[in-house]
């Protein structure tokens, strides 16, 4: 589905720069507003929408009222508890210094509370396969102004706008310690979080045996899978996995040898 930019319904000439720069980094056109309504927009263009607002970036796929927005969801209350106790860091092992490849960006709620644990000599990237949702997300980790406990971590995740396969495919044997893979859920399952409107656009691709080859030959210290509790990929691909009692997911890991590699 092809994605228009434009302004939002009253623009100032700020507001019709940074369209302008939208259009130009991600290569799409650029749209008069002329007050007209996302319903409009949607039946004129036939195209998801990025609309350009003073405060941040919005999202409407085709046929959806909701927008997709940035905002850290569920990292804002991870990251007040103790780090060690998150399910995520404690299955994965991950420590301060380490680095971290989250192969299914989405929001980054993970990558975030990832990227606080590893701290400012640690490293953390994020591929995501789709394009717009990897901007927005993009621009929004660089300037979202509202959770000052978590500006650096945010600021410190490199956003790379790409199939996770064809980027573990460029990266040396051993080089990343904790690969993190959370795919679409197959079954819906109901989320405190506006990613509902990405259902359709959003990658809905799932675990592959190349995938895994390739996540296994870059691991040093382990792999780590989200996925609904019914997922046969925990025992397809060998992940051990953690039960998590009254939730809808389940988390595997993968503890890897860095011996025997090519
Ligand atoms: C369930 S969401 C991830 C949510 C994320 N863990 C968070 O904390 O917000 C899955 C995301 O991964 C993306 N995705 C799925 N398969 C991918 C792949 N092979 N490479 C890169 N991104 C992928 C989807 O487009 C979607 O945005």
Known sequence: MKTVVTTAYRPTSQIFEQAGRVSADLSLNQIPRNKRSIERLHMDEIADLLICLKERLEFYPLGKNEPFFFHPNSAAFRTKRPLGQDPLIEVSGLQPGDSFLDCTLGLASDSIVASQRVGEQGKVFGCESHPVLAYVVGQGLQQYGGMPHLEEAMKRIQVIS???????????????DVIYMDP???????????FTPLRGPADQGQLTD????????????SIVLKAHFRSADFERYGFTRRVRPNTKFHYGVISCHTTNKQ
């Open 162 to 176: 790409s199939d996770a396969v064809s980027f573990l495919e460029k990266l040396e044997t051993n080089s990343i």
């Open 210 to 221: 190349q995938w895994m080859a390739e996540a296994e030959r870059v691991a040093r210290k």
């Open 184 to 194: 679409m859920f197959t079954e819906e399952i109901t989320e405190a979080s506006n």
